[in-house]
T-cell receptor, first 119, second 113 residues
Framework: DTGVSQDPRHKITKRGQNVTFRCDPI?????LYWYRQTLGQGPEFLTY????????KSRLLSDRFSAERPKGSFSTLEIQRTEQGDSAMYLC?????????????????FGPGTRLTVL | AQTVTQSQPEMSVQEAETVTLSCTYD???????LFWYKQPPSRQMILVIR??????QNATENRFSVNFQKAAKSFSLKISDSQLGDTAMYFC??????????FGAGTRLTVKP
């Protein structure tokens, strides 16, 4: 396991279509995060999971967005009825739960991202 | 809400010189973590250095060091002996003990030969 992987790397779609992205975290990481990054900006938090439970969602995550992590391993992010404003890089990150014995485990490891272009 | 501010959209430095990137943040928390991440062009984000807020000693990782001023809520990154491979976007990030990470808008650093 060499790191966090995301699929696809690029997606071009027409406005109004639905798209789904996949993230495979590092295998022993029980926390998984989704971020959105627009050009020239830092990543913005969307949501995160601990195992299969979705524990927090940002206000950025409108009702057209849904994320799942059914078995506590890989996760999917679906955008329904895409809009041009959804065009961005969608980043996934994973880490272990915080453990006082290993503080370095609070580091989030990022995947390469899925670049979405909505025409 | 926590906010992270990077006031330098772009910076440049000559190879082998030293450069400092600024970051300030706003929080009411006492326990938290601060990070600098590097995002090279068309490549994924990687961690450069981390700092635990309860530690007074500034973190150091080889050519990278931070100046953490908790009272001033300042967290700058110093890169010594800059190398061409340091060219990238640099993001300062804040994380509470348990939750999501908040990023600044980034500083684009160019190392010139």
């Amino acid at each position: 396991d060499t790191g966090v992987s995301q699929d696809p790397r690029h997606k071009i779609t027409k406005r109004g279509q639905n798209v789904t992205f996949r993230c495979d975290p590092i295998s022993e990481h029980n926390r998984l995060y989704w971020y959105r990054q627009t050009l020239g900006q830092g990543p913005e938090f969307l949501t995160y999971f601990q195992n299969e439970a979705q524990l927090e969602k940002s206000r950025l995550l409108s009702d057209r967005f849904s994320a799942e992590r059914p078995k506590g391993s890989f996760s999917t992010l679906e955008i329904q009825r895409t809009e041009q404003g959804d065009s961005a890089m969608y980043l996934c990150a994973s880490r272990r739960s915080r453990d006082y014995r290993w503080p370095q485990h609070n580091e989030q490891f990022f995947g390469p991202g899925t670049r979405l272009t909505v025409l | 809400a926590q906010t992270v501010t990077q006031s330098q959209p772009e910076m440049s430095v000559q190879e082998a010189e030293t450069v400092t990137l600024s970051c300030t943040y706003d929080t009411s928390e006492n326990n938290y973590y601060l990070f600098w991440y590097k995002q090279p062009p068309s490549r994924q984000m990687i961690l450069v250095i981390r700092q635990e807020a309860y530690k007074q000693q500034n973190a150091t990782e080889n050519r990278f060091s931070v100046n953490f001023q908790k009272a001033a809520k300042s967290f700058s990154l110093k890169i010594s002996d800059s190398q061409l491979g340091d060219t990238a976007m640099y993001f300062c990030a804040f994380m509470k003990r348990t939750n999501d990470m908040r990023f600044g808008a980034g500083t684009r650093l160019t190392v010139k030969p």
